[in-house]
Each structure stands twice: as C-alpha cells, then as structure tokens.
C-alpha cells in the first residue's frame, strides 16, 4: 500500500467515527442539551442503576463491573473491570464507542480519572453500600445492635432494656423539634432515616477523608456551632441532636425560597420535593440550594416545573432540579447519587415488617 492511499484510509477512519472528543468538561455540555422535557421517567431509571449497586443485584450481582448509561438514566451496556483502573478506562472508552458504532448512542466522550466520560459509567464495586447490613444496624435487629443512653436531659432506654437505633433517633428528632417548635412530617423524618443509612451504614464510628464524623457525617465545626464537646462528638444522640438543629434550620431556609415557586403544588407532591430537595441541601448546603430556586441564571429548571408540574412526578421534578444544574454551584454526579440513593433507601425502610405499620410510613 503506497503512502498516499495509507494516508487516505487514516483520514477516512477518522471522518468517519461519529464520535466527540473534547476537553474535560464535555459532559457538562450533554446535560446542557438535554431539554426538561427528559426528566421523565428519569428518577426511576437512576434509581433503578443505584439499586443494582446498593443491593448488588441486577447487573452489579457482580460487583467487579462498570455499568454504562445514557442522558435519560437508560441502561446501555456493562463491562467486566480489568486488573488495573488503567485498563478498565481504557476497556470503558472502547465500550463507549462501540456504542456509537451500532447506533445506541449518537455520541461518545472520552472518560479519564481526571474526567466524566460520556455514556457515563459508574463501578459497582462499592463496598461501603451494605444497606441491608445497614438496615439491620438500624432496626436492632441484633440485641448487640440495639443501645441506650442519655443526653440533654433525655434517656433512651436503659442498659437492661436498650432499644434500636431507629426508636433512639426518633425520640431525640422528636424532643428537638418540639423544643425549637417545628413540625415533626413523617416524609421528612423517614429520608432522615434514610441519610442515616448513606452517610455512615448507621455505624457510630464512621470517619470521611473530609473529616466528617460518625452517624450523620457531621463535620467538627458543625458539631462545635452545636456546643458539642470534643468527646462526645461520636455520641450518637448528640449527632442526632445537632443534625436536627441543622435539619431543622435549613428547613426554615429552604421553605422561604421553595415555597415562592412551588407553594401552588399539592400538598403531597410538594411534600415529596421539598423533602428531597432537603435532603440535598444537608449534602451541599442551603447557600447552592437557595442559588438554585432563585438566581434568574440557575433557576430555569426550578421555574420550568414548577410551571409544568402536572406532567412529572414529585421525583422527577427534584432530581431534574439537580440533574440540570450539574456543574454548577459545585454540583457533580456525587449530588445526583445521594438525592437519588436516600429516596430509594427512605422507600424501601417501609417495606421492613417493623415499620410498615408505623407512622413513618403513613
């Protein structure tokens, strides 16, 4: 083959390839283009993916895999990882491709360690989501699991009758609410549950590598505003207490800006927003979330389905909140999997025999 026609083929290849290669940001320029239109449906797809990997089921049965998935939360494909996260990269981006070849995706990005890759991917292999460990860490369902305590003035069982974490948590959600004059909602305290169960697996002794730490992953400045000394910090009803100081005062906050947009909704459909959008703002601060309800350059997502709320449903319209101002107010695909992963846990807590009778479920 002459040098010229050799040239020829390699331009023709690459001509050819229906492919985007770009710089790191990229993806952001997917999700850009992606009309609110595509929010449909697009909780439960992601929940769906998140629940193969919280419960290792599905097609992360196998937890040594990477699955890949499109804009709309749609399944695409998975691989096998390699022996080293070099390869599977590597494994992913030729999968990514592929894709576009047989026509499954109009386009494909190119995925690094410094970088999101487009179909994105996410690894099953996640250790630290036992939740059904978790459940049972919660429910006491091991007499070695359940406790007892006291704190503020408060007692939760005794040591001859400790009682479960979730009973312990409730009492303390309860006390403090009452004592700052807020509305306990069933809602509400089922997706704190539920953050129990992402943030620390309901273990006393979790420590982040952003120094957060115990129950609710609270960071030492925090449980310093809430006057916690030093060496009860792991105290679980002392994180309770201080969480729901916390809870209660984004609460306050997030109601002067969500209530503007959504006020008009019904009133179990705003219920389920504004519980989630709660949850969010625990994870990323009420300053992002009140940026996002009302800054006229972040708020277009919010004011579109407040506008058009009749045609998704309370899931969709606060994982689309979040979904479309990834990149933005330092949202990333993190943001999205915790919103989604508390709502699938705050579920599937009332399909467990102790408390799908109780009002936490109602």
């Known amino acids: 083959m002459t040098l010229l026609k050799k040239l020829l083929l390699v331009l023709f290849s690459v001509s050819a390839c229906p492919c985007v290669h770009g710089l790191d940001d990229d993806w952001l320029t997917v999700i850009r283009q992606i009309p609110y239109q595509y929010s449909n449906n697009f909780h439960e797809n992601l929940s769906t993916i998140r629940s193969w990997v919280l419960f290792e089921k599905g097609f992360c049965e196998k937890p040594n895999r990477h ?21 599977t990269q590597q494994k992913l981006n030729d999968t990514r491709r592929q894709l576009v070849v047989d026509k499954r995706s109009p386009n494909w990005i190119v995925g690094s360690d410094q970088s999101i890759g487009y179909p994105f991917g996410l690894n099953c292999n ?7 460990e978790s459940f049972a860490r919660l429910l006491g369902e091991s007499e070695s699991d359940k406790l007892w305590g006291t704190w503020d003035g408060l007692k939760a069982g005794t040591k001859d009758k400790p009682i479960s974490l979730v009973d312990l948590v409730e009492l303390v959600y309860s006390h403090k609410s009452k004592q700052i004059g807020q509305a306990v909602v069933a809602e509400e305290f089922r997706h704190f549950l539920a953050q129990i169960i992402i943030e620390s697996g309901a273990k006393k002794n979790g420590l982040s590598k952003q120094n957060a730490i115990g129950l609710l992953q609270l960071r030492p400045e925090v449980l310093l505003d809430c006057q916690i000394p030093k060496k009860y910090y792991r105290h679980r009803m002392a994180q309770v207490d201080c969480a729901v100081r916390l809870f209660q005062q984004n609460r306050r906050n997030l109601e002067k800006v969500f209530n503007p947009l959504f006020g008009h909704l019904p009133e179990d459909k705003k219920a389920v927003i504004f519980s989630m959008l709660l949850v969010q703002t625990y994870h990323s601060g009420i300053g992002r979330m009140a940026n996002i309800l009302t800054e006229q350059k972040l708020n277009q997502a919010a004011s579109f389905f407040a506008t058009n709320h009749q045609h998704y449903s309370a899931e969709d319209i606060a994982t689309g909140i979040i979904y479309h101002n990834m990149g933005r107010q330092d949202l990333g695909m993190a943001s999205l999997y915790y919103v989604i992963d508390v709502a699938i846990v705050a579920n599937k807590l009332c399909e467990k025999k102790a408390l799908m009778t109780s009002w936490i479920c109602q």
């Open 67 to 87: 699955i890949l998935f499109n804009s709309r939360a749609e399944f695409l494909a998975y691989i096998d990882n390699m022996d080293s996260k070099s390869e």
């Open 126 to 132: 996640q250790p630290h989501a036992k939740v059904e």
